[in-house]
C-alpha cells in the first residue's frame, strides 16, 4: 500500500496531523520524502516512538528514473510505502505525484490521508468563488510574462466567474504583490493568506483599490495568493 501522508504547514501546527497519519507510518516500511531532513524532524515532532533510522529513506528529487524504479522495486517487495510532502499534502503542487502516477500504473493501493492543505484553506477563508476555481502553480519569473499572465488570469476570471489561485516563492511575494496592484483592475478582488495554520495566520480579502491603501510585507512568508475579477 502506498500512503500520502500529509505534513506541517507550521513547525507549530502539530494539532493539524490527525492521529491516524500516526498509525499509517509505524505500519510503513520505506518514506518517499520531498526533503529527509525536515520529515525526520516531523516524525520526532508527531511521535518520540518512531524509530527514524528502522525506515528505508529515499529523497524525491525530480523523479529520475532510477528513483521510478527504486519505488517500482519497493511495490513488488510488498512493503508499505509513505509519501511525505515537504509542506501540505503528497501530490498537490508537490513532485510526489510522479510517485502517485506510478503507483496507479501498478494498480497499487493508495490511501490519501486527510492533513492540511494551503489551497484548499485559503480557498474556504478568502469568501470567493468555491464553485469554480483554478489553481496555476507558481506564475512566470518574467516580469513582462507574470504581467501578461495576471492579466489573463484576470480576464478569464472576470468572464468565468472563476477563482483565480497560485502561489510565489516567499522572498519574491512583494515583488508579486507590487506587481498585481499595478497590473489589476482596481475593482478585482485579492485575497491574501499567509502564514496558514501558524500563530501568525491572518487572511484577508479586499478590492485592488483598498490593498493599494494598506502597507503589507509578505517577504519571506508563505503565502496564498487568489484573484476574482
Not at 496531523?17 to 505500519?27: E, F, M, N, R
Not at 528529487?61 to 499534502?89: L, P
Not at 476555481?133 to 501578461?148: A, C, M, W
Request: aromatic share 8%; with cysteine; glycine share 4%.
Amino acid at each position: 500500500m502506498v500512503f500520502l501522508i500529509p505534513s506541517f504547514l507550521a513547525d507549530d501546527a502539530v494539532e493539524t496531523i490527525p492521529p491516524y497519519v500516526l498509525a499509517a507510518l509505524k505500519s510503513s516500511q520505506v518514506i518517499f520524502a520531498e526533503n529527509e531532513r525536515t520529515a525526520r524532524r516531523y516524525l520526532k515532532s508527531i511521535s518520540k516512538d518512531i524509530v527514524i533510522d528502522n525506515f528505508e529513506w529515499y529523497t524525491i528529487h525530480n523523479i529520475e528514473k532510477d528513483q521510478i524504479n527504486t519505488f517500482r522495486q519497493k511495490v513488488k517487495e510488498g512493503k508499505n510505502i509513505a509519501i511525505i510532502s515537504e509542506a501540505g499534502c503528497p501530490g498537490i503542487a508537490d513532485p510526489g505525484q510522479m510517485l502517485v502516477a506510478e503507483a496507479q500504473k501498478m494498480q497499487v493501493e493508495i490511501k490519501p490521508l486527510v492533513g492540511p492543505n494551503s489551497i484548499l484553506l485559503a480557498l474556504m477563508a478568502s469568501g470567493l468563488n468555491g464553485q469554480h476555481f483554478t489553481f496555476n502553480g507558481y506564475l512566470p519569473i518574467d516580469n513582462v510574462e507574470k504581467r501578461d499572465k495576471i492579466k489573463l488570469l484576470e480576464q478569464e476570471s472576470e468572464k468565468t466567474k472563476c477563482t483565480q489561485i497560485f502561489i510565489e516563492t516567499p522572498y519574491r511575494n512583494n515583488k508579486m504583490l507590487e506587481t498585481l496592484l499595478h497590473v489589476c483592475k482596481t475593482s478585482t478582488m485579492l485575497c491574501i493568506a499567509a502564514e496558514l495554520t501558524s500563530q501568525n495566520e491572518w487572511i484577508k480579502t479586499k478590492t485592488i483599490s483598498e490593498w493599494k491603501k494598506e502597507k503589507t510585507d509578505l517577504h519571506k512568508k508563505p503565502v496564498i495568493f487568489l484573484l476574482r475579477g
